[in-house]
């Protein structure tokens, strides 16, 4: 089997997806220290031409908050916003009359706790792409919490049965193969093929949110896109 773990990350990149999809169970590593001003609330999209920053609110952030204690701030009107903001920059857009009423219904899910609504997002747009992927919380498992890092991962393919890891190719200075190799787990990482598509007729801008992604492409489209990728041993 294999498994595939990641932090939640806001409306991911199309690389995020890339490894749900290979993976038989993808497990979203909740109890880990929120990063600031990384991914977890917050991506890009394009606006004008440029990539434009939306971000998730959160309510009184600790510096040591682990993300699944992590809430989200329903001080101002953000939802609204945002999808104004998402409509702005892509009614004309292909997709928009199908892709828009998925992120209206994704951005009006009532979840307070971080990680239950990026986990409802995610759910909702693989079914969209008719991913099929098994979903876990590493919070729920049955695993010791003094665990950490390498050790955490290990132990969590171990819970899970899995013979074959696999992470995307930034995280190949983070684990040792050999360690790996001597728990019977097979080491792999993904690197995604670079991709592009039309956006309007600005110059490409990559790496932006799953959510230009389904704007501009039909869902055969991205289906072959999910294939865009290698496999590499560390």
């Keep these: ?35 600031k001003q990384g991914w977890i609330n917050r991506n890009r999209i394009l606006l004008n031409g440029k990539d434009f920053l939306i971000s998730i609110p959160i309510k009184d952030l600790s510096s040591n908050a682990l993300i699944c204690n992590s809430f989200i701030s329903n001080n101002i009107e953000w939802r609204d916003k945002m999808l104004k903001t998402i409509s702005q920059a892509y009614t004309k857009s292909s997709e928009y009359p199908k892709v828009f009423p998925l992120i209206y219904d994704i951005l009006n899910t009532k979840h307070d706790n971080l990680v239950d609504f990026i986990f409802s997002s995610l759910k909702v747009i693989c079914e969209y792409l008719e991913i099929k992927t098994n979903f876990l919380i590493s919070s729920s498992l049955n695993i010791s919490k003094e665990v950490k890092s390498q050790n955490k991962v290990i132990s969590i393919c171990k819970e899970l049965n899995a013979n074959i ?30 991709i592009s598509y039309n956006q309007f007729k600005n110059d490409f801008v ?20 999910l294939n865009e990728f290698e496999l590499i041993d560390n």
């Design 1 to 35: 089997m294999t498994v595939a773990i990641m932090q939640p990350y806001f409306f991911p990149y199309i690389g995020y997806f890339q490894l749900i999809n290979l993976a038989d169970t993808f497990v979203i590593y909740d109890d880990c220290t929120f990063i």
């Design 165 to 194: 890891y696999v992470n995307p190719i930034g995280g190949q200075e983070l684990y040792s193969n050999s360690i790996f190799s001597s728990q019977n787990i097979e080491l792999k990482f993904l690197k995604t093929n670079h």
């Design 206 to 225: 990559p790496s932006l949110s799953i959510i230009d992604v389904l704007m501009f492409n039909s869902k055969s489209k991205i289906l072959e896109m």
